[in-house]
Every structure is written in C-alpha cells, then in structure tokens.
C-alpha cells in the first residue's frame, strides 16, 4: 500500500514538475538560448542521454526539476549570443516565469473544468471550513459517526452515542478513551448506536473491528445548554444540549444567534442531545419588541394627540407592526386624514386618533427596540462532530472567471502561510502541526485518487497552483528570486556580481533542501 502511494506521488507530481520545467525550456528555446541539460528532479544525476545539443536527464532527489542554459556556469560561453545573460532583461524575465505561468495556466484549466462538472469545494484553511458549513455547502452532524466500514457490527453512517456507562461522547478525551480501549488487545466496549435507518442498537466492539472502521471527529465550538429555571428554554433543554441551528441556519457565533433570531419572531431551533440525538423546537415565539417612539415634534399633531417620548408603537390602523420602517411605509402618502396609534404606556394599552399635518406628517421619530430573547443560559464548548457530505461546485458558462476568483484568492493564502511556516521555521527550527512535504503529500495523493476524478482535478490543480505561487516567491534558488536580481538591474542599472548572486541562490538551495528534509522527517514520524 505505502508503495502505491509513492508510485501515484511521483507519477501526479512529476506531471507537474514536467508542465514546469517545459515552460522555461519553451521560453528558452523560442528566445534562441541554448539549454544544455533538461532535468527532471535535483542532482545527482542517476541517468541522461544528450539529444542535441541538450542532454535530458534523470536526477535523484525526484521533488524538484530544472532547466540549465548556456550562462549558468559563468566560466563557459561568456561571449555567446546563446548565453541567456547576454539577451535583454525582459527576455530573461520571461524565462525566468514561464515555468510559474505554466503551472498557473494548468491550475486554471484544471479548475475552470473542475467547475464545469462539478467539484468539492475549495478550502485550504478553518475560515473557509466554517464559512462552508455556514451557507451549507459542507455537512456535519453532531456525534461520532463512521465513516468507513468493512466489519457487520457498524455501517457507514452509524453515529457512536455512548460509551460502556452510558455517558454521552461529549469530548475529545471521552472519544479517545473509546479508541484506546478498543485498540487493546483483547477488550471491548459496549456502545449505543444511531443506525443509518434512525433505530437505536447496542452493540459490543472489540479492538480488531475497530481496525476495521474509520472515524474522522472534527471538534466544533458550539453553545451547550446549562439547566436554568430561569431560561427561556428551561422546560425544553437538558443541561448539555448542544444548539445546532436556527431556522436551518448553522450556530457558531453570539452573532449567529441573534441575527436570527432577529428575523422572526417564530422560529426553529435544532438542538442535539447527547447519548439520544438531534430534535427540533418547532415554532418558539418571542417577545416581540415594538417600534418606540424617540421624539416628538413641538407643535406637531402627534404631540397636540398625546404622543409621549417613550411610547411603545404596536399597531397602525389596527395592524399589528414590529419594525419602524413598516410603520413608514404603512403611513406615507396616505390619502386619510388620520392615522391611529395603538401604543403601549407603562404596561396600558392606548388609542390615538393623529391627523396628518399639512406635510402629510403627524410629527413623530421612530427607532426599533434592541431584541431581547430572554435567558439563553448557553456557554461555548468544543462538541464532536462528523463530516458526513458536500454540495460540489457547478458553475456553467462562468467557470472560467470563478477559476481566477479562487486561484487569486488561494494564491494568496498560499504564498501567506509558506512565508509565515518559513518563518516558524528559521526562528525556532519547528514547522506548525498539519504542514506537509513529500510524504504528507503522497499519502493525500492516494486517498485523492481513490476518491474519484473530479477530486484528483481539484488536488492536481491546487498542487500546481502552490507550486506556481511558491516558486514566484523572491526567495534564493526559486524562480522569484532569479527575477528579484533581473527586476534589480532594471531599476538599479547595474548587474549584481555573478559570483554573490550564485553564493545567495546556492545558500538558499542549501537552506530549502534542509526545509524540506525537516518536513518530510516529521512526515515519515507521523506514520508510527
């Protein structure tokens, strides 16, 4: 298996390499310079043959490529009107990033197809995970839930709601104790599962089946209920009821939960309750907050009437209103020569008959009240929950414009997050848990491939897009920072010393092969 997946690695990944390289090899021989090796990964060389003038080769390090051209070696060729140093800046600056643009042009082949068929969504970080599950392109259910099962006792889809005592997974550590204690030979434990069909089974597990299952937690912040004879929910929730969503609408933030609130004043709550499952409060009312009455016009008809500052405005010709601007519109350009109030006046309710002025105003300013909803008696807590689909990306005809959106906007979280793991990197000699290199890479290449086409599409596009936006970067030994030297004797007028910039760029191969052996060290330690 751990050789498949090097196999597929190398085969997508050198694909990619390749459309790089032959975008500077492209450039180059279309400018008349002459490349004297073609190589696909970094030196040593295991193998070559010359065709040419140029010799095609094979190298041992397999995570990288290149072009060398007549110049390279500042001892050789010096005078030739082949040497690339000796063409104009821009010409250099072209070949220099064409490798770049030629990853670029396959990320966008790539996604505007991906978006023509269909695709998983494109996240790369937790802000677009949550923002995903908010507008409900991404689905998760609360619980431990299977994702992959090859033994009778679970399905796919089965939701782990208890543990041997009955209590309800609640936390990282209540899920891990489960694993732990199936992974030691010989014991079980005695679960309650939420079947796929909705029934309730107990079901004992030992720890060889657990190696049959696969479980994905991810732990969202959500609100958890407290018992609270005070709260507007006291005689709906149990203390640990975990608020899910509001009129369908996913629950992360305060925000969330007032905003919608605030859009009706009747609404759906989905709760799940630990050790049973999700239920709904179907159409739980709240107390509704009338317009007030902030001021009232001196000499108006509203004030001659009896309108106060204060009053509570709850209806308008008998109609029940609940914002301000309904009121306006109810009132403006009426044809009647007077409206009537229903305000409410330290807990009385009145009647005011207003003529409209001459303006066809009555005089009054309105604003809406704050919501208030009452005690929620809701504290944050990190609750387990399981992906358990997507809605894939379809965009027609607008496929291509979509493409840039996402490349610009990944691009430039990509080039952000490598510069600030460079960073971490070179400040405290560590890199953030989840960064990849080879290895990493390889083991997402398989599972992508098992999961079908059009997610094979989406990894090789985002692949050659980073590989793309890391290599313009104006670091030593990469692309961009060629093109930092060339930019710099456009501006400057004079050419930086060959033997200085070749020491920078070889310094910084020097510094990038030591990244990514750090990287693929911790790779090859997170495997055991």
């Known amino acids: 298996m751990f050789f498949l997946r090097i196999?597929?690695?190398?085969?997508?990944?050198?694909?990619?390499?390749?459309?790089?390289?032959?975008?500077?090899?492209?450039?180059?021989?279309?400018?008349?310079?002459k490349v004297e090796e073609f190589g696909f990964g970094l030196p040593p060389r295991i193998w070559g043959i010359k065709k040419g003038e140029t010799i095609y080769s094979i190298n041992w390090i397999p995570f990288g490529g290149f072009v060398r051209m007549l110049g390279e070696d500042p001892s050789v060729g010096k005078k030739s009107k082949r040497n690339i140093f000796n063409q104009s800046l821009r010409v250099q600056a072209w070949v220099v990033v064409a490798g770049v643009v030629m990853n670029f042009l396959l990320a966008f082949v790539l996604l505007t197809f991906g978006f023509l068929v269909g695709i998983e969504p494109l996240i790369v970080d937790e802000k677009d995970f949550m923002s995903a599950i908010s507008d409900g392109t991404v689905h998760v259910e609360p619980g431990?839930?299977?994702?992959?099962?090859?033994?009778?006792?679970?399905?796919?889809?089965?939701?782990?709601?208890?543990?041997?005592?009955?209590?309800?997974?609640?936390?990282?550590?209540?899920?891990?104790?489960?694993?732990?204690?199936?992974?030691?030979?010989?014991?079980?434990?005695?679960?309650?599962?939420?079947?796929v069909d909705g029934g309730v089974r107990v079901e004992t597990l030992t720890g060889t089946q657990l190696e049959n299952l696969t479980f994905q937690p991810l732990y969202l912040d959500r609100f958890v209920y407290l018992e609270n004879a005070d709260s507007i929910f006291a005689s709906y929730l149990n203390t640990g009821d975990v608020l899910i969503q509001v009129n369908g609408k996913e629950i992360f933030a305060e925000d969330d939960i007032f905003s919608s609130l605030s859009a009706s004043n009747q609404v759906d709550l989905t709760f799940f309750r630990p050790g049973e499952g999700e239920f709904v409060i179907k159409g739980m009312k709240f107390e509704e907050k009338y317009p007030v009455v902030n001021n009232v016009m001196p000499g108006s008809t509203a004030e001659k009437a009896g309108i106060q500052s204060g009053d509570q405005v709850t209806a308008i010709n008998g109609e029940e209103v609940l914002d301000a601007a309904k009121i306006i519109?109810?009132?403006?350009?009426?044809?009647?020569?007077?409206?009537?109030?229903?305000?409410?006046?330290?807990?009385?309710?009145?009647?005011?008959?207003?003529?409209?002025?001459?303006?066809?105003?009555?005089?009054?300013?309105?604003?809406?009240?704050?919501?208030?909803?009452?005690?929620?008696?809701?504290?944050?807590?990190?609750?387990?929950?399981?992906?358990?689909?997507?809605?894939?990306?379809?965009?027609?005809?607008?496929?291509?414009?979509v493409a840039v959106k996402e490349?610009?906007?990944?691009?430039?979280?990509?080039?952000?997050?490598?510069?600030?793991?460079?960073?971490?990197?070179?400040?405290?000699?560590?890199?953030?848990?989840?960064v990849s290199g080879?290895?990493?890479?390889?083991?997402?290449?398989?599972?992508?491939?098992?999961?079908?086409?059009?997610?094979?599409?989406?990894?090789?596009?985002l692949l050659s897009l980073s590989l793309g936006v890391i290599n313009i970067l104006p670091l030593p030994a990469l692309d961009g920072g060629r093109l930092f030297f060339i930019l710099f004797q456009a501006v400057s007028g004079k050419k930086a010393d060959?033997?200085?910039?070749?020491?920078?760029?070889?310094?910084?191969?020097?510094?990038?092969?030591?990244?990514?052996?750090y990287i693929t060290f911790n790779d090859v330690i997170n495997l055991f």
């Not at 690695?9 to 032959?22: A, C, D, K, T």
Request: aromatic share 10%; charged share 15%.
């Open 329 to 401: 519109e109810m009132t403006k350009g009426s044809s009647a020569s007077s409206v009537k109030y229903t305000i409410l006046r330290n807990g009385e309710v009145k009647e005011l008959n207003i003529p409209f002025g001459e303006d066809g105003l009555i005089g009054v300013v309105l604003s809406d009240q704050l919501p208030y909803f009452g005690d929620l008696s809701f504290y944050k807590s990190y609750v387990p929950h399981s992906l358990t689909g997507f809605e894939k990306e379809q965009h027609g005809i607008s496929a291509p414009v």
């Open 7 to 33: 196999v597929a690695f190398l085969v997508i990944f050198s694909v990619i390499i390749l459309i790089h390289e032959l975008g500077h090899f492209w450039a180059a021989k279309k400018a008349g310079i």
């Open 438 to 461: 080879p290895v990493g890479i390889a083991q997402m290449t398989f599972v992508t491939i098992q999961a079908g086409f059009a997610a094979l599409i989406r990894f090789v596009a």
């Open 407 to 434: 490349m610009w906007r990944l691009g430039k979280l990509t080039a952000v997050m490598f510069v600030n793991v460079l960073g971490n990197f070179v400040s405290g000699g560590a890199v953030p848990d989840g």
């Open 498 to 517: 060959p033997k200085i910039e070749g020491f920078i760029h070889n310094v910084g191969f020097f510094f990038l092969i030591c990244f990514l052996l």
């Open 144 to 195: 431990i839930t299977v994702t992959e099962s090859s033994d009778s006792a679970l399905q796919k889809g089965d939701v782990i709601l208890t543990l041997n005592d009955g209590s309800p997974i609640l936390s990282i550590e209540s899920f891990e104790t489960l694993v732990s204690d199936l992974e030691e030979g010989g014991s079980s434990v005695t679960v309650k599962v939420k079947g």
